[in-house]
């Protein structure tokens, strides 16, 4: 199977988690209903992006309305999803995690976003995931019955490393469900979603929540998919939106041969190592 029916559910995140689950279970139901094979939400789908909500949405994985939910749902309609991020709490520490669930509603992976949020650009935005968020330390490819896909969060994909690693492991997708914010959004989101995309020959997507003015966090939306050569085939604006696009993985196998970036490689030089 090389064709797959991707749906980025670029939902309006609120201040309300049965509300935010109601709307994912809304856009799950309409990306079924235009047989996508494998759904992604976006980081933080159930929880407004704050460091005070993150502490209040905190889910534990062993008994989590928002993760039941979404296992239920895989099943129900035999389909994959990933559930974009949810603050997940494990004993006394909370990480911004991502779960990938199977068509029988299994978790198969889960990633917990490796590098934190913590930046400072002057007079713009300011914001430290730190500040109550652990950072997770493993890489996340998974295999599915499309073949193998790799999982970031947000941040993580401005590390060229972290991609390569995964792509080295096999990755053929490489899923980012992310929220950049309105002055990271419009300089870099793109170019780094096309980027890791052509630096690796694969296809990159990115999730985002629709921009909620009334919340303290803005986020830029536009999620995308960038192919192997480093198009843009698919991108929303800021607003609500469900983006249901075909992708076919034997451009992966074309491209890498025209242009063999990666055979070309000096491993005698230089090589990036999963430790």
Same mark, same amino acid.
């Given at each position: 199977?090389?064709?797959?029916?991707?749906? =980025?559910?670029?939902?309006?995140? !609120?201040? +309300?988690?049965?509300?935010? =689950?109601?709307?994912?279970?809304?856009?799950?139901?309409?990306?079924? /209903?235009?047989?996508?094979?494998?759904? !992604?939400?976006?980081?933080?789908?159930?929880?407004?992006?704050?460091?005070?909500? @993150?502490?209040?949405?905190?889910?534990?994985?062993?008994?989590?309305?928002?993760? /039941?939910? %979404?296992?239920?749902?895989?099943?129900?309609? /035999?389909?994959?999803?990933?559930?974009?991020?949810?603050?997940?709490?494990?004993?006394?520490?909370?990480?911004?995690?991502?779960?990938? @669930?199977?068509?029988?509603? *299994?978790?198969?992976?889960?990633?917990?976003?490796?590098?934190?949020?913590?930046?400072? !650009?002057? +007079?713009?935005?300011?914001?430290?995931?730190?500040? !109550?968020?652990?950072?997770?330390?493993?890489?996340?490819?998974?295999?599915?019955?499309?073949?193998?896909?790799?999982?970031?969060?947000?941040? +993580?994909?401005? @590390?060229?490393?972290?991609? #390569?690693?995964?792509?080295?492991?096999?990755?053929?997708?490489?899923?980012?469900?992310?929220?950049?914010?309105?002055?990271?959004?419009?300089?870099?989101?793109?170019?780094?979603? #096309?980027?890791?995309?052509?630096?690796?020959?694969?296809?990159?997507?990115?999730?985002?929540?629709?921009?909620?003015?009334?919340?303290?966090?803005?986020?830029?939306?536009?999620?995308?998919? &960038?192919?192997?050569?480093?198009?843009?085939?698919? *991108? &929303?604006?800021?607003?609500?939106?469900?983006? %249901?696009? *075909? %992708?076919?993985?034997? *451009?992966?196998?074309?491209?890498?041969?025209?242009?063999?970036?990666?055979? /070309?490689?000096?491993?005698?030089?230089?090589?990036?190592?999963?430790?």
């Amino acid at each position: 199977m090389t064709k797959i029916k991707l749906a =980025l559910c670029q939902m309006n995140v !609120v201040d +309300d988690k049965d509300e935010n =689950l109601k709307k994912a279970s809304s856009m799950i139901s309409k990306s079924v /209903n235009g047989n996508a094979d494998l759904i !992604v939400l976006p980081e933080m789908f159930n929880c407004p992006y704050s460091n005070d909500k @993150f502490i209040e949405y905190q889910e534990d994985e062993t008994d989590s309305k928002t993760l /039941n939910l %979404i296992s239920q749902l895989a099943d129900k309609n /035999n389909v994959y999803i990933l559930a974009g991020s949810i603050p997940e709490k494990e004993n006394e520490k909370l990480f911004n995690t991502s779960y990938l @669930f199977n068509r029988n509603g *299994e978790i198969i992976a889960k990633h917990r976003k490796m590098h934190l949020f913590d930046i400072d !650009v002057k +007079d713009k935005i300011t914001f430290k995931e730190s500040d !109550v968020l652990t950072a997770g330390d493993d890489f996340t490819i998974a295999q599915t019955e499309f073949g193998k896909i790799g999982i970031g969060i947000c941040y +993580d994909i401005r @590390f060229p490393e972290l991609a #390569r690693v995964m792509v080295e492991n096999g990755a053929l997708i490489l899923f980012y469900p992310g929220a950049f914010n309105m002055t990271t959004g419009p300089a870099h989101w793109e170019l780094l979603f #096309r980027s890791r995309a052509l630096d690796n020959q694969v296809f990159c997507v990115g999730v985002a929540p629709a921009l909620n003015k009334n919340a303290s966090y803005h986020s830029y939306g536009h999620s995308i998919i &960038a192919n192997p050569w480093g198009e843009i085939i698919a *991108e &929303a604006d800021l607003k609500e939106e469900l983006t %249901i696009s *075909e %992708i076919d993985l034997s *451009e992966i196998k074309k491209i890498r041969e025209e242009l063999p970036l990666l055979k /070309n490689k000096r491993k005698d030089l230089y090589e990036v190592i999963k430790k």
